[in-house]
């Protein structure tokens, strides 16, 4: 069974696709609810999203974003909408957008998001409703997040991109999704230290405007969801376009559990960057940890 696109890249892409005032070609991208509800908000202020393949849109921006009519049924459904937060400040001095409700996850708190906008001159003020936020003069900065969170850490990417000279982000997410953000933002010419560690360096430019074209990586969470299908039912399976680099972990726990599977040689996936392999699952029996399995 084939690995498919990552969900989380699809989204965290789309928003950041805000920053380029040229056209943007993305493959890759899931057909999903929260990708639909995205798109459905960046339509409502002004961008064309079109369809062009299965799993590939093309983006056009419009000549000004326009937010007075934006789509509040789709943004408190998804708390993605908070990644517009990055991108349109440098576009719009002032701007409001809805709070994101949806599942119990969506009461989480924004403060990874909130001060290390701040850090960057970038206000966010929390009404009953809605973000208000507003910004005067947008600067580098030396960023800790307040936590290593996944959309937090996207969120700054895509505002320091267009802040010319250098910031820091310490403490950063090194997860697959930041990781895409930061090879689409090298492919509009935003060069990035770091990728892949704790500590990022971007060196921002003034202004994007290019067409540009890149393709989405595959979720490691559905290549994992695979793997353990096939260990609880005792099968044999072949997960293919696996990203290793997010899976190794799991593996080597599952391997100490007596889990017996072959890898291929590692290929790069269609953005050239990230890597992925062929796992196969082989019926096991397997042997619980001395110590406890834990997220990290």
């Not at 993605?80 to 990055?86: E, F, T």
């Not at 391997?255 to 590692?266: D, E, F, N, P």
């Not at 992925?276 to 397997?286: F, N, T, Y």
Request: glycine share 6%.
């Amino acid at each position: 069974i084939k690995t498919n696109f990552s969900k989380n890249g699809s989204v965290g892409l789309l928003c950041a696709s805000l920053l380029n005032r040229g056209k943007t070609t993305l493959h890759g991208i899931a057909r999903i609810e929260e990708v639909y509800r995205v798109i459905e908000i960046l339509e409502s202020i002004g961008v064309k999203v079109k369809w062009i393949a299965q799993n590939s849109v093309l983006i056009t921006p419009p000549t000004k974003f326009n937010l007075k009519n934006i789509n509040v049924e789709s943004s408190i459904k998804t708390r993605s909408i908070v990644m517009l937060m990055g991108p349109l400040a440098h576009f719009l001095p002032s701007f409001s957008i809805p709070h994101a409700q949806g599942c119990n996850l969506g009461k989480r708190t924004i403060s990874a998001h909130t001060y290390a906008l701040a850090d960057l001159g970038i206000k966010i003020k929390t009404t009953n409703n809605s973000y208000e936020v507003s910004s005067t003069k947008i600067h580098p900065a030396e960023i800790v997040m307040y936590e290593a969170g996944d959309t937090a850490c996207e969120n700054i990417l895509t505002a320091c991109a267009l802040i010319p000279g250098a910031t820091t982000i310490s403490f950063a997410s090194a997860n697959y999704m930041v990781q895409e953000i930061c090879f689409f933002l090298e492919k509009l010419g935003v060069e990035i230290d770091g990728i892949g560690t704790s500590t990022l360096i971007i060196h921002g430019v003034k202004e994007i405007n290019m067409d540009v074209e890149y393709s989405n990586s595959e979720d490691p969470i559905e290549s994992m969801m695979f793997i353990a299908a096939a260990i609880v039912t005792d099968s044999a399976l072949t997960i293919t376009r696996a990203p290793i680099d997010f899976l190794s972990v799991e593996l080597e726990k599952l391997k100490r559990m007596k889990l017996r599977y072959k890898t291929s040689k590692s290929y790069k996936s269609y953005n050239g960057r990230t890597n992925l392999v062929d796992v196969q699952i082989l019926p096991s029996r397997l042997v619980a940890l001395e110590d406890k399995i834990h997220a990290n």
